[in-house]
């Protein structure tokens, strides 16, 4: 007779299964099983005896061969979280990624808090950066765009789940239709460089490609974005970009080649270059 299948025996299958497809196996594990179960992780530990039913153990291993094969864990809870929100994500949209973290605190340390601010998030997927600067700044009015509307029908049920009030959508390939001007644009574009080797490897061979390269170089939409900022900035006004890590350096030489002042790289956790700012018709230093 077979032994039942406890919580401590999934998971103890799960991390043996994802220890050659996973660099974080264990935590895949937890994530998958907690919410097969609707429980927080917590209960993993305290209730390892418990026996899911027949439907929840299958659907466990049927996630377990997709997370096996490379499927982003996101993608299959529906769910990634950001910024301390959890998001709706899927295969139309980016994860939202703890770098990207450090777009929205850059917006957050340039802007006033209390002032009636406007931005604007270019390329918004999930609705991620946009509504995080939202719910932070409940007075800011924040519009999100993408050129993809199954991208913004997510994004706008991040917005009502959410209740990011503050928070409008609208689809435009940048600045297309994009109306008015901002006191900040910020943008998470894509970045990579067309057949680098890295598309074929972990989670990014499930996302949208579009999403993703930018060229031979990479930096085919950070031009765009930098050229066609000016149009759209208020005197002193901001524009905030993500790039790769090796990037900053082009960044910054290609935001200060479209007349921005003030340009500054910051730095992710891991030390590495990853947003680039830099100020509109106004010579302010960065923060």
Known sequence: MAAPETVALLLALAREQLQHSSPTAALDARILLAHVLGKPESFLYTWPEHEPTEAQARQFHEWLERRCAGTPVAYLTGRQGFYGHEFLVSPD???????????????????????????????????????????????????????SMAALDVAERNVQRLGATNVQLRQSHWYRDLPGQYHALVSNPPYIEEGDVHLQQGDVRFEPRSALTAGPDGLDDIRALASGAPEHLLPQGWLLLEHGHDQGAAVRAILQQNGFHAVATRQDLGGRDRVTLGCWGGRQHAQ
């Not at 980016?94 to 002032?115: F, G, W």
């Not at 931005?119 to 932070?136: K, N, P, Q």
């Open 93 to 147: 949209t980016l994860i939202p990624r703890p770098d990207t973290e450090l777009l929205v605190e850059a917006a957050l340390s340039l802007l006033p808090e209390q002032e009636p601010i406007r931005v604007a998030d270019l390329g918004t997927g999930t609705g991620a950066v946009a509504i995080s600067l939202a719910l932070a700044r409940p007075q800011w009015a924040v519009l999100a765009l993408d050129f």
